[in-house]
């Protein structure tokens, strides 16, 4: 049974520092992990989606890296604003045969002016 | 393009009562998965509808269904509800199959 962690489970910080937010997986045989934000009370916004054969994606401020072998994944966010908080969560996807992202419980983000 | 869409946004039953969600996916995309999100058990998976199949279903009772339309328009029917439905109902739509997948606004259930 996969089973997805994610640490910290919240993270406070001051504007303009860079973060980094992990996740780990514990079977290794996915088929791509996508990186989400969730604003509170609001659905999930797609970040990043990183496929089994690659190793990182970049979109602006975000950088997400992935190590299939050792089950794990990190989002790096430069230069955090305000504007940055809300949840992250990481969500494996194993392919067709399961058909369903398996989520971790999520950082939550607050960024302090 | 739209993105997901669901409706209604907002719903308050009492207990014993059933309901329907509806999810109308991004235009193009012909799968639709459903997820339930509770603040003690997080996001966990309902079910997943391709071309109007049931292709994957999660770990739920029998009171919760779905179906596709071939529109790929889904909805989702909870019936005898109970307080631990209460929960923000999220869909889920993709192109196909192993594809990013885009989520809907939600809907919040609140079972009194």
């Not at chain 1, 990182?56 to 190590?67: I, K, P, V, Y």
């Not at chain 1, 299939?68 to 990481?90: E, F, H, M, N």
């Not at chain 2, 193009?28 to 279903?57: A, C, D, M």
């Amino acid at each position: 049974k996969q089973e997805v962690t994610q640490i910290p489970a919240a993270l406070s910080v001051p504007e303009g520092e860079n973060l980094v937010l992990n996740c780990s997986f514990t079977d290794s045989a996915i088929y791509n992990l996508q990186w989400f934000r969730q604003d509170p009370g609001k659905g999930l916004t797609s970040l990043l989606l990183i496929q089994s054969s690659q190793r990182e994606q970049t979109s602006g401020r975000l950088n997400a890296s992935l190590d299939k072998s050792s089950g794990r994944s990190t989002l790096y966010i430069a230069a955090s604003q305000p504007g940055d908080s809300a949840t992250y969560l990481c969500a494996v996807y194993r392919g067709t045969s399961y058909g369903k992202l398996t989520f971790g419980q999520g950082t939550i983000l607050t960024v302090h002016p | 393009k739209a993105g997901v869409t669901q409706t209604p946004r907002y719903l308050i039953k009492t207990r014993g009562q059933q309901v329907t969600l509806s999810c109308s996916p991004i235009s193009g995309h012909r799968s639709v998965s459903w997820y339930q999100q509770t603040p003690g058990q997080g996001l966990q998976f309902l079910f997943e509808y391709f071309s109007e199949t049931q292709r994957n279903k999660g770990n739920f009772p029998g009171r919760f269904s779905g179906r596709q339309f071939s529109n790929s328009r889904s909805e989702m029917n909870v019936s005898t509800l109970e307080l631990g439905d209460s929960a923000l109902y999220l869909c889920a739509s993709s192109p196909g199959t192993d594809n990013e997948q885009f989520f809907g606004p939600g809907t919040r259930l609140t079972v009194l």
